[in-house]
């Protein structure tokens, strides 16, 4: 995978890329990353990348000619291409106004063989950038940032693990909080069957030695050997976590019969600590 980030601030993004995971991967050859000085494609002496807007308001915006000037000699396809999904390529401007980053959109970008990322910075970007130049709108969370770097890099960490030989043991990310796969408590592929998959929920809770710290033993059932056990546990653990801090997810969660009774029964221990 190629991937392209355009910012204002090219060292900022020099520190988060350069460890763990991306790195591995870079010098792999996995994946290419490429950070564009924006100030490179203004053409006044003062590098000016903002103005004020049209209309009035508070703040700077940053100008439509230096983005589009720095993505033209990128030989992407066109937006049109893009979207209709004859080029395996994306434009996406990072923003507040975008759709939320999931788990689920870090593997589709994962399968793509370029990748533009546009830092946004001041009080916005020209609407004209995501209207005619960027594919997609993209926000890491729902709250205000300075500017897209940060963004930009959680991006590239989140999508660069999944690229196929990036972590060392590939069942891992199978596994994790979020991931579709191994819904309702299937084993993982190639996996022990006392690991089951997120499935779309947070992750069950683990434990390593010493298996007594401080007077805090490490649950029963993850020492006993019994893998059937040890599944049931962690997937009624990861329910347990997911329905205290994240229920919102268990709407779009394939849920086996003994997932629904054991939300049934946690929901009824709630109500009653509450009462």
């Not at 790195?23 to 903002?50: C, N, P, S, W, Y």
């Not at 370029?114 to 926000?139: H, K, M, N």
């Not at 190639?190 to 805090?216: I, K, Q, W």
């Not at 993850?222 to 962690?234: A, D, T, Y």
């Amino acid at each position: 995978m190629k991937a392209d980030i355009v910012t204002i601030f090219p060292d900022f993004l020099r520190g988060p890329l350069d460890y763990g995971i991306t790195r591995r991967a870079a010098e792999m050859g996995l994946v290419e990353i490429e950070v564009h000085d924006l100030r490179e494609f203004t053409h006044d002496k003062h590098r000016t990348v903002d103005d004020r807007p049209f209309g009035g308001g508070e703040g700077m915006v940053l100008k439509p000619e230096p983005i589009f000037d720095c993505l033209k000699p990128l030989q992407l396809g066109t937006r049109e291409q893009r979207l209709a999904g004859m080029v395996e390529e994306s434009v996406i401007l990072l923003s507040p106004q975008g759709e939320r980053f999931t788990q689920q959109m870090a593997a589709e970008l994962a399968g793509l063989d370029r990748l533009v990322l546009i830092c946004g910075r001041y009080e916005g970007v020209d609407e004209r950038v995501a209207d005619f130049l960027a594919d997609r709108e993209i926000s890491i969370g729902d709250y205000v940032l300075s500017g897209g770097e940060l963004a930009a890099a959680v991006i590239i960490e989140a999508v660069t693990r999944l690229l196929p030989g990036a972590v060392g043991n590939e069942a891992s990310t199978r596994q994790e909080s979020f991931t579709e796969q191994g819904a309702a408590g299937e084993v993982t592929e190639n996996a022990p069957d006392s690991t089951c998959g997120s499935g779309g929920l947070l992750d069950y809770p683990h434990y390593t030695r010493p298996a007594e710290f401080r007077g805090m033993a490490v649950p029963e059932v993850l020492i006993n050997g019994n893998h059937q056990q040890i599944r049931r546990w962690r997937r009624a653990q990861a329910l347990e976590k997911t329905l205290r801090n994240r229920p919102d997810l268990l709407e779009g969660v394939k849920l086996s019969d003994e997932d629904r009774k054991i939300i049934g029964r946690l929901t009824s221990q709630r109500q009653t600590t509450n009462d």
